[in-house]
């Protein structure tokens, strides 16, 4: 079906940056948009950041609007998230997620990668 694959986590200081990537393949030609979740142990999986596909329309969490920023390569079906002044609080495993057209761009996504660890500390 489709395959994702993110890459660029790792360790950083509070207020450092980092920007994390994600590929997709497989039956990409199903895909209306790519976004970003987050996971804490001991929390809920949340909503972090997403773009449309076609118009790159862009969609934010409240937590990190003017921090994180979205970003895409229609040519590649790629998605990167540039991440700056980071929080210890930003400290999750970091899903990239891919949808099917919807009217709901803070859920109903259909595919999903297996994770990034993003841990900052303070």
């Known amino acids: 079906q489709v395959q994702l694959v993110e890459s660029g986590g790792g360790l950083v200081q509070a207020g450092g940056s980092l920007r994390l990537s994600c590929a997709a393949s497989?039956?990409?030609?199903?895909?209306?948009?790519m976004g970003w979740f987050r996971q804490a142990p001991g929390k809920e999986r949340e909503f972090v950041a997403a773009i449309s596909r076609s118009a790159g329309t862009t969609y934010y969490a409240d937590s990190v609007k003017g921090r994180f920023t979205i970003s895409r390569d229609g040519a590649k079906i790629m998605v990167y998230l540039q991440m700056n002044s980071l929080k210890p609080e930003d400290t999750a495993v970091y899903y990239c997620?891919?949808?099917?057209?919807?009217?709901?761009?803070?859920?109903?996504?259909?595919?999903w990668g297996q994770g990034t660890q993003i841990t900052v500390s303070s």
């Open positions: 997620a891919a949808k099917r057209p919807t009217t709901d761009w803070f859920n109903d996504y259909d595919y």
């Open positions: 497989g039956r990409t030609f199903s895909i209306n948009g």
